[in-house]
């Protein structure tokens, strides 16, 4: 079935410091791809999506790139803040699903000290 | 004004109680959802509901009953609760099934603690 699969956390960095979470999916055909992102005590928020292979998504200084290949969408940050402390979640969606499940990883929590 | 709201914010109760969580969504979105946070943060659909009919029903004990009055409200009661329901639920909704954009909107949780 349909899975995603994150680094376990979790992540601790020192500010300005460079950020890989990775994200690894198992999907029949080629579902969509999305980060989350939950800060202390509010629900999960849309960070960036790609919807096809190759598609690089970005946002607020993230990034991450679809690739087909290695079954992969690895959240990279090039200078973090202590803002962006907060829990990350990869989810796919299956193209075509007509029940709009999505599946979410198990989250990894970062923490950016000053 | 908040896009999707939820309450309680926390739930305190004894195992056997009864006990409901409301959410509402002024986004016009058609689709609402039920999702469980467990305590290692690990977030899986318990129901989804598309214009008041339900589309997703995952395998929930059945003391968890929905109910969406409209397509703005979708309730969650549970019945006879057990210490293992203690988690955190988050309400969601999307414009459409989120298949196709994969964006869904959250509330803030409500943080059920059962004793």
């Known amino acids: 079935g349909d899975s995603v699969t994150q680094m376990e956390g979790p992540v601790t960095l020192s500010e300005e410091a460079f950020l890989t979470i990775n994200c690894t999916y198992t999907?029949?055909?080629?579902?969509?791809l999305f980060w989350y992102v939950q800060y202390p005590g509010e629900g999960l928020q849309l960070l960036l999506k790609?919807?096809?292979?190759?598609d690089k998504g970005s946002n607020k200084g993230f990034e991450a790139t679809y690739r087909k290949e290695t079954t992969s969408f690895h959240l990279e940050k090039g200078s973090v803040q202590v803002s962006d402390s907060a829990v990350y979640f990869c989810a796919l969606s299956a193209r075509g699903s007509t029940l709009g499940r999505l599946y979410f990883g198990r989250g990894t929590q970062l923490t950016v000290w000053p | 004004d908040t896009a999707v709201s939820q309450t309680p914010k926390y739930l305190v109760t004894q195992m056997g109680n009864d006990k409901s969580i409301k959410c509402e969504q002024n986004l016009g979105h058609d689709t609402m959802y039920w999702y469980k946070q467990d305590s290692k943060k690990f977030l899986k659909i318990m129901f989804s509901?598309?214009?008041?009919?339900?589309?997703i029903n995952e395998t929930v004990p059945n003391r968890f009953s929905p109910k969406s009055p409209d397509k703005a409200h979708l309730n969650l009661h549970i019945n006879s609760l057990e210490l293992g329901d203690s988690a955190v639920y988050f309400c969601?909704?999307?414009?459409?099934?989120?298949?196709?954009?994969?964006?869904?909107?959250f509330g803030e949780g409500s943080r059920l603690t059962v004793l």
């Open positions: 790609a919807t096809k292979a190759d």
């Open positions: 999907a029949t055909g080629y579902p969509s």
């Open positions: 509901y598309n214009n008041k009919e339900l589309i």
């Open positions: 969601a909704s999307s414009p459409g099934l989120a298949g196709g954009t994969g964006e869904l909107f």
